[in-house]
């Protein structure tokens, strides 16, 4: 049964004659009489009683009305859904994120993404950097939110969307906890507590020291970061860490900032497509960058 016959039948109803209803709908009279014809037969009953004044409904006109209208409404809303889709404003986004993007980067980007694009529905899925690489890869992500550089190469594309440095994570009884900064390697000689082998930020770590002229002494590793700053509370060590974590630092544990400054960075990365609801958050996610 096709929309538009419902669409006449519809405004014929509600004018109750047929020279109205084809002004109203922009046509003219006969090929509305044959349509309400068609749809009659189709039906296998009249809608209407036609009189010299017009058209009354019949019985069963009365009982196709709001049904109709009802068809009609949701045409209506599939037209609209498909519209939105096109412009990114209605789907599914499933994204990716390191521990560290809560910090800062998450709320920054969530709140006003999910007000903007209401009809958006939003998967988030805590991992490390490699494990979301490989699953945006894999296209069981839509995108990631991960450290920079990317630990391998390929061809899913990346832009900066948050950068930030490393400063020294202390316990507070730590004689250095008490500097405004200090060098990196006044911490020569301490035991460090760094990400796991995945992490970029290990690397990161460990490259650092090495360009401060000293070897970390590894003593513990952790995936998360509140792990590392929940071990460096407990003072089996210390970290480098973001600043951004400060405000998530547990109470006995000082970030002190570094002479050196590394610069480290979060970024969006996402397998080349045409899916506007990935273009619209990663413009939104590049368009100011959290420095």
Do not use: W
């Not at 058209?55 to 409404?73: C, I």
């Not at 929940?230 to 210390?238: K, P």
């Not at 996402?270 to 960058?289: L, Y």
Request: aromatic fraction near 4%; include cysteine.
């Amino acid at each position: 049964m096709e929309l538009r016959l419902l669409h006449y039948f519809v405004t014929l109803a509600e004018t109750s004659n047929f020279h109205r209803a084809a002004e109203r709908l922009h046509i003219s009279q006969p090929p509305l009489t044959v349509a309400i014809r068609k749809l009659e037969q189709e039906l296998g009953a009249p809608l209407f009683d036609r009189n010299p004044r017009g058209v009354t409904l019949t019985a069963a006109g009365e009982a196709a009305l709001e049904p109709a209208r009802a068809t009609l409404a949701q045409a209506e809303q599939v037209r609209q859904a498909a519209k939105q889709g096109v412009a990114g404003e209605r789907g599914r986004l499933t994204i990716g994120f390191v521990g560290s993007a809560t910090f800062a980067l998450l709320p920054r980007l969530i709140e006003p993404f999910r007000r903007k694009y209401p009809a958006v529905e939003l998967i988030l899925n805590e991992g490390n950097s490699l494990e979301i690489q490989n699953k945006v890869e894999a296209g069981s992500l839509d995108l990631g939110l991960v450290r920079l550089p990317l630990q391998r190469s390929s061809k899913v594309t990346t832009a900066v969307v948050e950068r930030d440095q490393l400063v020294a994570a202390l316990p507070n009884s730590h004689p250095l906890a008490r500097k405004r900064r200090l060098d990196l390697r006044q911490l020569a000689d301490e035991p460090f507590i760094v990400h796991s082998e995945v992490s970029i930020l290990r690397a990161t770590t460990v490259a650092a020291c090495q360009n401060a002229g000293f070897v970390a002494r590894i003593v513990q590793e952790a995936v998360q970061l509140q792990t590392i700053l929940s071990l460096v509370q407990s003072g089996l060590g210390v970290a480098l860490v973001p600043a951004k974590a400060q405000r998530f630092a547990p109470d006995r544990v000082t970030l002190v900032p570094l002479a050196e400054l590394i610069d480290i960075e979060l970024g969006v990365l996402h397998a080349p497509s045409g899916n506007a609801v990935i273009h619209n958050f990663v413009r939104m996610a590049t368009d100011k960058i959290d420095s």
